[in-house]
């Protein structure tokens, strides 16, 4: 079974420029997570997506971060414009969410640095 | 506010020198507690869910336990292909995004 397909792997940019990272989750995962890992820290919530929906962004900067899933697959992350601040590791998750099973298998990651 | 802590930071052990990673946890209301290993590069791989206070779960030298207010992550005797970071997550009722601690990095060295 292929995992959670995540691009780029890494990302350079220069501050105030824009990006958009890209995930495939599991196939028939319900359930879609964008987390933000800066480094020595542990993963921390940005948005939820069930199916097409978002169930939870009250962590994700709205002002300059936006994400959607269309058709309830793939989703994108786009941050507009980037801070030096956003240099970290966005990392997708999928998760079946049945009743008796959540566990959330997480990609690869895309590294990016804000300069 | 629900917090995850994890401890210590950093383990350094010898092949063979078992030990344990401690994950302490304040929350409103416990789901369900989390344990992923991640390698440098790489994102979190799952190892174990624990669901309630007095449950383990082995796999090969991990086993993970759960009391009402802490978490342990017990590796017996190591070896270098263990060495990672171990985060520790839980899951709050009403709600499935996991909060995670900061991980404690372990070295296993030869």
């Known amino acids: 079974e292929a995992g959670v397909a995540q691009s780029p792997r890494y990302k350079i940019i220069e501050k105030r420029q824009s990006v958009a990272f890209w995930c495939n989750p599991i196939?028939?995962?319900?359930?879609l997570y964008w987390y933000q890992q800066i480094l020595g820290q542990g993963p921390k919530l940005l948005i939820q997506?069930?199916?097409?929906?978002?169930?939870?962004d009250s962590q994700l900067p709205k002002d300059r971060f936006s994400a959607e899933r269309l058709k309830g697959v793939d989703s994108t992350l786009k941050i507009q414009p980037a801070k030096l601040e956003d240099s970290a590791v966005y990392l997708c998750?999928?998760?079946?969410?049945?009743?008796?099973?959540?566990?959330?298998?997480f990609g690869p990651g895309t590294r990016l640095t804000v300069l | 506010e629900d917090q995850v802590t994890q401890s210590p930071e950093a383990l350094r052990l010898q092949e063979g020198e078992s030990s344990s990673l401690n994950c302490s946890y304040t929350?409103?209301?416990?789901?369900?507690l989390f344990w992923y290993r991640q390698d440098p590069g790489k994102g979190p791989e799952f190892l174990f869910t624990?669901?309630?206070a007095g449950e383990e779960k082995e796999k090969e030298r991990l086993k993970a336990t759960l009391t009402k207010k802490e978490s342990f992550l017990h590796i017996t005797a190591p070896k270098p292909e263990d060495s990672a970071t171990y985060l520790c997550?839980?899951?709050?009722?009403?709600?499935?995004?996991?909060?995670f601690g900061s991980g404690t990095r372990l070295q296993v060295q030869p």
């Open positions: 998750a999928s998760s079946l969410t049945s009743a008796s099973t959540d566990t959330q298998y």
């Open positions: 196939s028939g995962h319900a359930t």
């Open positions: 997506f069930q199916n097409n929906g978002v169930v939870d």
């Open positions: 929350v409103s209301g416990l789901r369900g």
């Open positions: 624990l669901y309630s």
């Open positions: 997550a839980v899951q709050i009722t009403g709600r499935r995004a996991l909060t």
